[in-house]
C-alpha cells in the first residue's frame, strides 16, 4: 500500500465527510434563508476557517504559504472561484426547480466522468482491481442517489424534466473545474491555493445576491450556528481534495471517493431526522462502505 494511495483515500473521504455534512446542516437553512445566501455567509466563516488553519501552518508548524506573485496565476484563483460558484449555483437552481430525486444522480455522475477522464487520458497510474473497486463505488454513489420510485415510469424524458438543463450544466462544470484544478494545484502550495480560491467563489456568490438584490438577513441563532457550521464543513472538504490533487496523481481515487458525499448526509438524515432510506439506498451504502475498505488494498 503506497503512501500516496493512502493520502489519496484521506483527501477523498476528507471531501465526502466535509461536503456530506455541509449538505446535512444545509437542510436546516435552505429553505429557511435561501440557498445563495446559505453559500455566500457559509463562504464567510469558510474564508475565517482556512485562515486560522493558514494561521496554524505558519506560526506553529514553521511552514509556507505561498502568496503568488504574477498576474496570471491570480487570474487563474478568480476563475477557478467564479467556475465552482456557478457549479452550486446552477445545481441549486436545478434542484430547486425538479425533482431532486430524478437529478441528483445526474449531479452525482461527474465523479465518474472525471475518473475516466483521468484515467485515460491524463496518464493516471492505476491497475485493474483500482479501476475494478472505482467502479464498485461509482456504482454505490449512483444507487445511493437514485429513487427508483422515481423512474417507474416510463414516459419520463430527462430533456422534459424541470431543472435537468440546469443540472447538467452543473455537472458538466463541476466536472471541468476538477480537472482543472487538480492540472493547476498539482505541485503547488495546496493550502494557500485553496484559501485564496475559496475567497474568490465567496465573494462571486456575493456578487451573484447583489445582482438579484437577495436580502441577506439570517435571523436566529440556531441558523447562524448552522451556516457556521456549513462554512467549517466545505472548509474541510476544500483542504482535503486540494490536499489530494496537489500531493498524488491519484485524480480518480480523490474524486470518487468525494463523489459520495451524499452517504454521510443520507445516514446522519436518517439517524436524526427520521428520514426514510430505501433498500436501494442502503445496497448504495453498502458498495461505497466495502470499496473504501478494498482501496487502500489494491
Same mark, same amino acid.
Given at each position: ?17 466535509? *461536503? ?32 486560522? $488553519?493558514?494561521?496554524?501552518? /505558519? ?29 452550486? &449555483?446552477?445545481? =441549486? ?21 472525471? $475518473? ?17 473497486? &472505482? ?27 424541470? !431543472? ?12 471541468? *473545474?476538477?480537472?482543472? *484544478? ?10 494557500? =491555493? ?29 441558523? *447562524? ?5 456549513? !462554512?467549517?464543513?466545505?472548509? /474541510?472538504?476544500?483542504? $482535503? ?52 475498505? &478494498?482501496?487502500?488494498?489494491?
Amino acid at each position: 500500500m503506497s503512501q500516496e494511495l493512502v493520502i489519496a483515500v484521506i483527501a477523498g473521504l476528507g471531501g465526502m465527510m466535509g *461536503w456530506g455534512l455541509a449538505d446535512f446542516f444545509a437542510k436546516k437553512t435552505i429553505d429557511r434563508i435561501g440557498d445563495v445566501q446559505t453559500l455566500a455567509w457559509a463562504g464567510v466563516f469558510g474564508c475565517v476557517t482556512f485562515g486560522l $488553519a493558514a494561521l496554524y501552518q /505558519v506560526a506553529v508548524r514553521g511552514g509556507q504559504f505561498s502568496i503568488p506573485n504574477d498576474v496570471l496565476t491570480w487570474a487563474l484563483l478568480v476563475f477557478f472561484g467564479a467556475l465552482q460558484a456557478a457549479v452550486y &449555483l446552477f445545481a =441549486y437552481n436545478g434542484f430547486g426547480k425538479g425533482q431532486i430525486a430524478l437529478l441528483t444522480p445526474v449531479f452525482a455522475s461527474f465523479s465518474g466522468i472525471v $475518473a475516466i477522464i483521468s484515467i485515460l487520458f491524463l496518464g493516471e497510474p492505476t491497475n485493474a482491481s483500482r479501476i475494478l473497486i &472505482l467502479i464498485v463505488i461509482f456504482g454505490g454513489i449512483i444507487l445511493l442517489n437514485l429513487d427508483v420510485a422515481a423512474f417507474r415510469s416510463r414516459r419520463i424524458s430527462f430533456m422534459h424534466v424541470p !431543472g435537468f438543463r440546469e443540472v447538467i450544466i452543473a455537472t458538466a462544470l463541476a466536472a471541468l *473545474w476538477t480537472i482543472l *484544478w487538480y492540472l493547476f494545484v498539482n505541485g503547488k502550495d495546496w493550502l494557500a =491555493y485553496s484559501f485564496y480560491m475559496f475567497i474568490f467563489m465567496t465573494l462571486a456568490v456575493f456578487a451573484m445576491a447583489k445582482s438579484r438584490r437577495l436580502p441577506m438577513r439570517v435571523g436566529t441563532r440556531q441558523l *447562524w450556528l448552522f451556516v457556521v457550521l456549513i !462554512g467549517i464543513c466545505e472548509t /474541510v472538504a476544500y483542504l $482535503a481534495i486540494t490536499l489530494g490533487y496537489g500531493t498524488t496523481s491519484l485524480t480518480s481515487v480523490v474524486t470518487v471517493l468525494s463523489g459520495g458525499f451524499s452517504l454521510p448526509t443520507i445516514i446522519l438524515a436518517y439517524i436524526f431526522l427520521k428520514e426514510r432510506i430505501s433498500p436501494v439506498q442502503w445496497a448504495g451504502c453498502l458498495l461505497i462502505v466495502a470499496g473504501t475498505m &478494498l482501496l487502500p488494498l489494491v
